[in-house]
């Protein structure tokens, strides 16, 4: 009986043993659940295809990808034309696109809906938007936009279309931070 129980406590021991060991974390969804150890809430989703594929549609009609831009520093933003601070963050993306040239490419994607559409000419006109306007594919809104659905968005990829930085809202700290991203992309071969 000793010699039993001896087997039965050893045996337990050793399903104890190999049976617990430390777990990596799983993410459940398609959203990361942290980068670089900090845990996210307004991550970009996992693509549901590659980046450089996702594309967005001219309002002239072009269809563009940002595999299009390589080379080149691009800054995508999501704006309405009801959005207070979108109308504050379009005058500096006028300035950044005069001060870096050919180097940095936007493009302004409306995300206000078929409503805000027909007000969109006489929005470029008041804010004499001259950067290209567009209406992104859904799966490009839904990389960027993971669970946040506040505008402006700014998505800023580097000259290999890597996502840097995705900004939400804007004020002076953002403009900022915005700023420095840039100058950074930008001065990166």
């Not at 180097?103 to 006109?125: N, W």
Request: net charge negative.
């Amino acid at each position: 009986m000793k010699v039993m129980v001896q087997r039965l406590l050893i045996g337990f021991i050793a399903v104890i043993l190999c049976g617990c060991g430390a777990a990596a974390p799983v993410s459940v969804g398609n959203k990361p659940v942290s980068i670089n150890e900090k845990p996210l809430r307004d991550a970009p989703t996992r693509p549901l295809k590659p980046v450089a594929e996702m594309n967005w549609t001219t309002f002239d009609g072009a269809v563009q990808k940002l595999k299009d831009f390589e080379g080149r520093v691009v800054i995508l933003d999501f704006w309405a034309t009801y959005c207070p601070p979108c109308i504050e963050e379009i005058p500096h993306l006028m300035e950044l696109k005069e001060a870096y040239g050919d180097d940095l490419v936007i493009v302004g994607l409306h995300v206000g809906g078929e409503e805000d559409r027909p007000k969109v000419p006489d929005f470029v006109e008041r804010l004499k938007i001259t950067y290209p306007l567009a209406t992104p594919e859904d799966s490009l809104t839904s990389f960027i936009f993971g669970q946040e659905s506040a505008i402006p968005q700014t998505a800023i990829f580097d000259r290999k279309g890597k996502l840097v930085k995705k900004i939400v809202g804007f004020s002076p700290e953002i403009k900022s931070d915005l700023d420095a991203t840039i100058a950074a992309s930008v001065a990166a071969n």
